[in-house]
């Protein structure tokens, strides 16, 4: 079965051909990186004009990289939520158009559904059940993932999601868009010298916090005029203190559920010092390679083929939604 899967939740249009929910044919991905950077983040009626002016050529040329036409596709996935309201709306109405045009189904993604789905790419070997902890920019959640596509939400952010936590910590420090990649980088050249707290939640919460660390992170840089090293120094040391707090976490989710296969998934993944911190925890880990770690056309066709396997096919009717729960 061969499914075109699109992604337009922010701020990368990504069209893929994967088949069987195993198997990229291709997948194309343009980045809106660079004509965000001068205003430090995403801004969402700029991302929706990149949409349209780029959707149509991204999906021609994923066509044209797997050698097929959309004649030959069986089925259009597209992101339906969460993520920005207007780019959504890009991918949501042209794969609406492909479906209505070549009577072929539409299924219907949650963003976070196909994160999850990268790993199945990565890893064929991997089925349900298994725990999955997903972060993101806009999330930080345990899910038990108990078959394809349904899932028990276990604990998530109250407040800042981890990803979100890196973008302002990135614009205390003065570095540029995006955040997340910046600040690992000058860790690197750090060290985790500077004391941050630890919210104190409830015993046995699997609930995250990670509010207070960015509070204290501006603290210390408004009061400090900090060098070059110091920057460093307060990135490593804002690095390991939340990596711990995951790293704990999970080992108490593991034990909570007695599961032993655990995958992370989101663009937070691909941070290099968190799979490292990973490596001893007492489970089979699975952490899909940096290309499908972002948002990517691949991992929402991925999962559109459990969709269509159980035939969960989605009216014309269907709008997105900004906030849509797992």
């Not at 983040?41 to 780029?54: K, N, Q």
């Not at 500077?194 to 960015?214: N, Q, R, T, Y």
């Amino acid at each position: 079965m061969l499914i075109l899967g699109i992604e337009t939740s922010c701020d990368e249009t990504a069209a893929a051909l994967v088949e069987n929910g195993r198997k990229v044919l291709s997948s194309v991905i343009h980045s809106q990186i660079a004509i965000h950077q001068p205003y430090g983040g995403v801004v969402p009626e700029i991302a929706s004009r990149s949409h349209v002016e780029r959707i149509d050529g991204v999906v021609a040329m994923a066509l044209r990289e797997a050698g097929k036409s959309l004649e030959e596709i069986d089925g259009v996935a597209v992101t339906q939520g969460p993520g920005l309201i207007g780019p959504l709306l890009v991918g949501l109405n042209y794969a609406k158009g492909l479906s209505y045009g070549l009577n072929k189904p539409l299924y219907a993604i949650h963003h976070l559904d196909g994160h999850v789905a990268a790993n199945y790419l990565a890893f064929p070997e991997l089925e349900p059940p298994f725990l999955a902890l997903i972060l993101s920019g806009g999330h930080s959640h345990f899910y038990l993932t108990e078959d394809y596509g349904q899932y028990k939400l276990l604990g998530g952010t109250r407040d800042d999601a981890l990803g979100e936590a890196f973008d302002k910590v990135a614009r205390i420090l003065g570095l540029a868009y995006p955040g997340g990649p910046r600040v690992e980088e000058i860790a690197k050249r750090g060290q985790g010298v500077f004391a941050l707290p630890k919210a104190m939640l409830e015993k046995g919460s699997l609930d995250f916090s990670f509010s207070g660390i960015k509070s204290a992170v501006k603290n210390l840089a408004d009061k400090l005029e900090l060098s070059e090293k110091e920057k460093a120094d307060l990135a490593a040391s804002f690095q390991e203190r939340v990596f711990s707090i995951v790293r704990d976490k999970l080992l108490e989710a593991l034990e909570q559920t007695g599961q032993k296969k655990l995958i992370i998934a989101g663009g937070v993944a691909s941070n290099q010092r968190l799979r490292q911190v990973l490596k001893d925890i007492p489970a089979q880990v699975f952490i899909p390679p940096l290309s499908i770690c972002t948002d990517n056309g691949a991992m929402i066709g991925a999962a559109g083929y459990y969709k269509a396997l159980k035939g969960d096919i989605a009216p014309l009717s269907l709008n997105a939604k900004a906030n849509l729960p797992l």
